[in-house]
């Protein structure tokens, strides 16, 4: 829509150049735009490129999170022997976790968002770190009667400790975008080179100003468009990473885990709870 724009406000260099106009432009060589052209084109991959690292990293840390939720599930259910019901319990906290961290970079997690908050009083201002400090509290009853040793407690606490470095870092891209001052300043420059560029063409080109102005123009305005659709992953817009899919993702592989998990253990374990 935008190049369509500019390509309309081309029609009006390419007449006056029509009726012979603008000879005061004549002596003005079109090769400068093609120079200012190369520039502006470094800007905006560098802009880009910067969008798409931030989405990169995004997607990247919540692959981790997929990872580090079946590794966490699988040492809960094979190397610890607790009650069932304390198992249930985590089962809910950690199937919890994702769908509550999605909310906190968007919107903001509450205690609506997870069954297991609504039994609590408590009203965390940090959801996501709080589901990670009631599995604490777990470890550390078990550690006090003697159910799990502490070479178990370092084994787990290492997945728990990244479960809270990939909250940090989602926290990061989220709080921390592109400067201020960057953005204005790229959107500046494709601004007044797509305001002076028919101008400075039509001499050469005639009427093919036209075209020609909305082929740049798309070109650099998509750009720009990319990189401000990709800046942001954590969003609902189509461009930006599919959360819930990967919230499913982590649930069908927690219950598949812990449903295994009980189903194989023997009576005698069973008969503990």
């Given at each position: 829509?935008?190049?369509?724009?500019v390509a309309?406000?081309?029609?009006?260099?390419?007449?006056?150049?029509?009726?012979?106009?603008l000879?005061?432009?004549?002596?003005?060589?079109?090769d400068?735009?093609?120079?200012?052209?190369?520039?502006?084109?470094?800007?905006?991959?560098?802009?880009?490129?910067?969008?798409?690292?931030?989405?990169?990293?995004?997607?990247?840390?919540?692959?981790s999170?997929?990872?580090?939720?079946?590794?966490?599930?699988?040492?809960?259910?094979?190397?610890?022997?607790?009650?069932?019901?304390?198992?249930?319990?985590?089962?809910?906290?950690?199937?919890?976790?994702?769908?509550?961290?999605k909310?906190?970079?968007?919107?903001?997690?509450?205690?609506?968002?997870?069954?297991?908050?609504?039994?609590?009083?408590?009203?965390?201002?940090?959801?996501?770190?709080?589901?990670?400090?009631?599995?604490?509290?777990?470890?550390?009853?078990?550690?006090?009667?003697?159910?799990i040793?502490?070479?178990?407690?370092?084994?787990?606490?290492?997945?728990?400790?990244?479960?809270?470095?990939?909250?940090g870092?989602?926290e990061?891209?989220?709080?921390?975008?592109?400067?201020?001052?960057?953005?204005?300043?790229?959107?500046?420059?494709?601004?007044?080179?797509?305001?002076?560029?028919?101008?400075?063409?039509?001499?050469?080109?005639?009427?093919?100003?036209?075209?020609?102005?909305?082929?740049?123009?798309?070109?650099?305005?998509?750009?720009?468009t990319?990189?401000e659709?990709?800046?942001?992953?954590?969003?609902?817009?189509?461009?930006?990473?599919?959360?819930?899919?990967m919230?499913?993702?982590?649930?069908?592989?927690?219950?598949?885990?812990?449903?295994?998990?009980?189903?194989?253990?023997?009576?005698?374990?069973?008969?503990?709870?």
């Amino acid at each position: 829509m935008y190049a369509v724009f500019v390509a309309v406000y081309a029609v009006i260099p390419a007449w006056f150049e029509a009726r012979n106009k603008l000879s005061m432009l004549s002596g003005v060589p079109s090769d400068i735009h093609a120079a200012l052209t190369l520039v502006l084109g470094w800007l905006l991959v560098f802009r880009t490129n910067t969008s798409y690292g931030r989405w990169w990293e995004a997607r990247t840390l919540w692959g981790s999170l997929v990872n580090t939720m079946r590794n966490l599930s699988l040492k809960l259910v094979n190397l610890i022997e607790v009650p069932k019901h304390d198992l249930s319990r985590l089962r809910k906290i950690l199937s919890a976790f994702a769908p509550v961290l999605k909310d906190h970079l968007r919107e903001g997690a509450h205690l609506d968002d997870a069954e297991v908050l609504g039994e609590l009083n408590e009203v965390p201002r940090h959801v996501p770190s709080f589901l990670v400090s009631l599995i604490y509290t777990r470890l550390r009853e078990w550690k006090n009667s003697g159910e799990i040793d502490g070479q178990q407690l370092i084994v787990i606490d290492e997945d728990l400790r990244k479960l809270l470095e990939i909250v940090g870092g989602c926290e990061r891209i989220r709080n921390t975008r592109l400067a201020r001052s960057y953005r204005a300043f790229a959107r500046q420059c494709v601004f007044l080179y797509l305001a002076t560029l028919p101008w400075g063409i039509v001499h050469n080109f005639g009427w093919w100003t036209v075209p020609l102005t909305a082929i740049l123009s798309y070109f650099m305005l998509g750009l720009e468009t990319v990189a401000e659709h990709t800046e942001e992953p954590f969003g609902m817009d189509e461009d930006d990473l599919d959360l819930e899919a990967m919230c499913r993702t982590i649930e069908a592989s927690i219950s598949e885990i812990f449903t295994h998990g009980s189903s194989s253990h023997t009576p005698a374990q069973t008969s503990r709870t």
